[in-house]
């Protein structure tokens, strides 16, 4: 019932569109008087939107028309509920229009109209079990207050539009703003407002019909979109995380990362497994394997999947190992898509000898030449005076203010119980040059978070900072450093040997081509230099439908992509700021000649 309901008001929401934007088939239905009323007495609502209704208001309604469709097909409560509203409103509008008219159209028309009203209101009634899906509770009263915000705006727009132009004669305050209000919803108003020239009647026409599709595609958006909730790490959270993380935290590399601030978390039932995980875009995205005990995964993963399908959220995992992609599949009836491999380096096994690593042996070779000097310490160890000084330093290292990052990084440095996380630093004459920041990774593990570096540095500084961190992990108890995540590593690297077959090199040029704002091969081959242990990642998603948007869920968390926004406090500051320069400027009056 709820695709049934969607494409059905998809089909109505697009008849209303191309009324509207195609001028012959709009004056065609309004001309065509008796044919049309016929059709439209029996349609609920349709009587009401003729002969009344412009092509402004054709548009309006079919655009609000398919953002119900993409609700219903949801399973949105809030959809059905508008969807609801749409037909007893329609019922009652067809009764003042049928009762003015009754001898024009007869009782049949009538009862026919109401028939097919009271069979959709009574299937809605029936089936109204299957739009279960909640919304956010902030977004409707939101909504209600961007519609009143919306209104008022237009009107303010309307009237001084009126009062810049030309009229053929003096219009009350009350005809200004009811000719205002008609043009937002595209009909016209009992006493139109004439201008001295037509064309500012028409541009007039044009922008309140205009606004009337903003105010109400705005506010059908805020109503019907899925809830959103900010991800916030509780306290209590936080203590349970670590607790799982101190008994197995030795599982998965990207354990520690559940703790970022910016995620929340779903338990099991028995609280011996969680998961971490962020909404954008209506997509429920976690990432790694679930926390805890693996026997209690099961548990946190149907806990999940049922609040994704509680809300209509899309569930996907990102980064997470081959049995936990498993788990996934075999729990939650998903898909595994293998993304591509982090890079795993073993303590014990790492050397500078041999020809594989001459390149990596030389870099090093150099930046010590050049008077660099390494220091890799426990968090614990360094002095908080210490921590902040080298935080604020490396921040302006940054290419831009977007922390990039999300599966595997803590987007924090030197946090309360981050102790056992350990900064490298490199230094050249006692000024700071680069920083490595690395989170644990179980007991005898790290995994790298952060990696940043002056871009006047000596090239191959980040090299000579990881092999610096490898030679002094034994000094802190550390066997294995799991470095960057290569995406696509198999195939950058199959697709350069010989024999590789012409669809794999074809998949390798695509990548190579997106390399240049995405840093899939960059990361591949400076991985790659330090003979690291390939451990597989995977994508476990929903299906092949959902994959584009779950991909730009992924971008988006791990701030690829970053939608515009207008920063309104920022905005405030700033025109606070140079209200109080004018004024300041203004009260010490012109300067004195000297």
Same mark, same amino acid.
């Given at each position: 019932m709820p695709r049934l309901a969607g494409w059905a008001m998809l089909l109505v929401g697009v008849f209303f569109i191309v009324a509207g934007v195609n001028a012959g088939l709009y004056h065609q239905l309004h001309h065509a008087h008796s044919r049309w009323h016929r059709v439209a007495a029996e349609?609920? =609502?349709?009587?009401?939107? +003729?002969?009344?209704? @412009?092509? +402004?208001?054709?548009?309006?309604?079919?655009?609000? *028309? !398919? %953002? *119900?469709?993409?609700?219903?097909?949801?399973?949105?409560?809030?959809?059905?509920?508008?969807?609801?509203?749409?037909? #007893? +409103?329609?019922?009652?509008?067809?009764?003042?229009?049928?009762?003015?008219?009754?001898? $024009?159209?007869?009782?049949?028309?009538? #009862?026919?109209?109401?028939?097919? @009203? &009271?069979? !959709?209101?009574?299937?809605?009634?029936?089936? $109204?079990?299957?739009?279960?899906?909640?919304?956010?509770? $902030?977004?409707?009263?939101?909504? *209600?207050?961007?519609?009143?915000? %919306?209104?008022? &705006?237009?009107?303010?727009?309307?009237?001084l539009y009126i009062a810049m132009r030309g009229l053929t004669r003096p219009y009350t305050f009350p005809e200004r703003v009811q000719a205002v209000l008609y043009g937002l919803v595209g009909a016209s108003p009992p006493v139109p407002v004439h201008f001295v020239q037509d064309i500012r009647g028409d541009f007039f026409a044009l922008l309140t019909g205009a606004l009337g599709i903003i105010t109400v595609l705005v506010t059908a958006y805020l109503f019907v979109r899925p809830a959103e909730p900010q991800g916030r790490l509780g306290e209590q959270d936080a203590q349970r995380i670590r607790q799982l993380l101190a008994r197995h935290g030795d599982a998965d590399s990207l354990g520690y990362f559940a703790l970022r601030d910016d995620k929340s978390v779903v338990w099991s039932p028995t609280g011996k497994s969680c998961i971490g995980y962020r909404v954008l875009s209506g997509v429920m995205l976690a990432s790694g394997d679930p926390l805890g005990d693996p026997e209690a995964w099961p548990g946190a993963i149907h806990e999940f999947l049922d609040m994704a399908a509680a809300h209509a959220w899309v569930p996907a995992v990102i980064g997470c190992s081959e049995l936990g992609a498993e788990i996934w599949c075999r729990e939650g009836g998903l898909t595994a898509l293998e993304l591509g491999d982090e890079a795993v380096v073993q303590v014990a096994d790492f050397t500078l000898d041999g020809r594989q690593m001459r390149n990596v042996r030389q870099m090093v070779t150099r930046v010590r030449r050049a008077g660099y000097v390494a220091q890799v310490r426990r968090v614990r160890d360094v002095p908080p005076e210490e921590v902040a000084r080298l935080v604020r330093q490396a921040d302006t290292w940054r290419g831009s203010a977007t922390e990039r990052g999300f599966s595997m990084a803590l987007g924090r440095i030197g946090g309360p119980g981050d102790g056992d996380c350990v900064i490298a630093t490199a230094t050249q004459d006692g000024v700071l040059r680069a920083l490595l920041h690395f989170v644990p990774w179980g007991h005898d593990g790290l995994s790298l978070d952060l990696m940043r570096r002056d871009r006047s540095a000596q090239p191959g500084l980040n090299d000579f900072m990881i092999v610096e961190t490898i030679r002094a992990a034994p000094g802190i108890g550390v066997k294995r450093v799991s470095l960057n995540f290569a995406m696509f590593r198999a195939a950058l690297e199959r697709?350069?040997?010989?024999?590789? =077959?012409?669809?794999?090199?074809?998949? $390798?040029?695509?990548?190579?081509? %997106? /390399?240049?704002?995405?840093?899939?091969? /960059?990361?591949?081959?400076?991985?790659?230099?330090?003979?690291?242990?390939?451990?597989?990642?995977?994508?476990?998603?929903?299906?092949?439908?959902?994959?584009?948007?779950?991909?730009?869920? &992924?971008?988006?968390a791990e701030a690829f992509l970053v939608w515009p926004t207008m920063e309104a406090r920022r905005l405030a500051r700033k025109a606070r700021g140079r209200l109080r320069r004018w004024r300041a400027a203004h009260a010490a009056g012109p300067a004195r000649p000297g």
């Amino acid at each position: 019932m709820p695709r049934l309901a969607g494409w059905a008001m998809l089909l109505v929401g697009v008849f209303f569109i191309v009324a509207g934007v195609n001028a012959g088939l709009y004056h065609q239905l309004h001309h065509a008087h008796s044919r049309w009323h016929r059709v439209a007495a029996e349609t609920p =609502g349709a009587l009401t939107l +003729t002969a009344s209704l @412009t092509r +402004t208001a054709f548009i309006v309604i079919g655009l609000l *028309l !398919l %953002l *119900l469709c993409h609700g219903l097909l949801r399973r949105k409560h809030r959809a059905w509920q508008a969807t609801m509203a749409l037909l #007893v +409103t329609a019922a009652a509008l067809n009764v003042v229009r049928l009762h003015r008219h009754i001898d $024009r159209f007869g009782l049949s028309a009538m #009862v026919t109209g109401f028939a097919i @009203t &009271a069979v !959709l209101v009574g299937l809605g009634l029936y089936y $109204r079990r299957e739009f279960y899906a909640l919304g956010d509770p $902030r977004t409707r009263w939101r909504a *209600l207050g961007i519609l009143i915000a %919306l209104i008022g &705006a237009d009107l303010a727009i309307g009237l001084l539009y009126i009062a810049m132009r030309g009229l053929t004669r003096p219009y009350t305050f009350p005809e200004r703003v009811q000719a205002v209000l008609y043009g937002l919803v595209g009909a016209s108003p009992p006493v139109p407002v004439h201008f001295v020239q037509d064309i500012r009647g028409d541009f007039f026409a044009l922008l309140t019909g205009a606004l009337g599709i903003i105010t109400v595609l705005v506010t059908a958006y805020l109503f019907v979109r899925p809830a959103e909730p900010q991800g916030r790490l509780g306290e209590q959270d936080a203590q349970r995380i670590r607790q799982l993380l101190a008994r197995h935290g030795d599982a998965d590399s990207l354990g520690y990362f559940a703790l970022r601030d910016d995620k929340s978390v779903v338990w099991s039932p028995t609280g011996k497994s969680c998961i971490g995980y962020r909404v954008l875009s209506g997509v429920m995205l976690a990432s790694g394997d679930p926390l805890g005990d693996p026997e209690a995964w099961p548990g946190a993963i149907h806990e999940f999947l049922d609040m994704a399908a509680a809300h209509a959220w899309v569930p996907a995992v990102i980064g997470c190992s081959e049995l936990g992609a498993e788990i996934w599949c075999r729990e939650g009836g998903l898909t595994a898509l293998e993304l591509g491999d982090e890079a795993v380096v073993q303590v014990a096994d790492f050397t500078l000898d041999g020809r594989q690593m001459r390149n990596v042996r030389q870099m090093v070779t150099r930046v010590r030449r050049a008077g660099y000097v390494a220091q890799v310490r426990r968090v614990r160890d360094v002095p908080p005076e210490e921590v902040a000084r080298l935080v604020r330093q490396a921040d302006t290292w940054r290419g831009s203010a977007t922390e990039r990052g999300f599966s595997m990084a803590l987007g924090r440095i030197g946090g309360p119980g981050d102790g056992d996380c350990v900064i490298a630093t490199a230094t050249q004459d006692g000024v700071l040059r680069a920083l490595l920041h690395f989170v644990p990774w179980g007991h005898d593990g790290l995994s790298l978070d952060l990696m940043r570096r002056d871009r006047s540095a000596q090239p191959g500084l980040n090299d000579f900072m990881i092999v610096e961190t490898i030679r002094a992990a034994p000094g802190i108890g550390v066997k294995r450093v799991s470095l960057n995540f290569a995406m696509f590593r198999a195939a950058l690297e199959r697709g350069e040997r010989i024999g590789a =077959g012409p669809i794999l090199r074809a998949w $390798r040029r695509v990548l190579v081509f %997106l /390399s240049r704002w995405f840093q899939i091969e /960059s990361l591949y081959r400076f991985n790659a230099k330090f003979g690291p242990q390939w451990v597989p990642r995977f994508l476990v998603f929903t299906g092949p439908r959902d994959a584009i948007r779950i991909g730009l869920a &992924a971008l988006e968390a791990e701030a690829f992509l970053v939608w515009p926004t207008m920063e309104a406090r920022r905005l405030a500051r700033k025109a606070r700021g140079r209200l109080r320069r004018w004024r300041a400027a203004h009260a010490a009056g012109p300067a004195r000649p000297g």
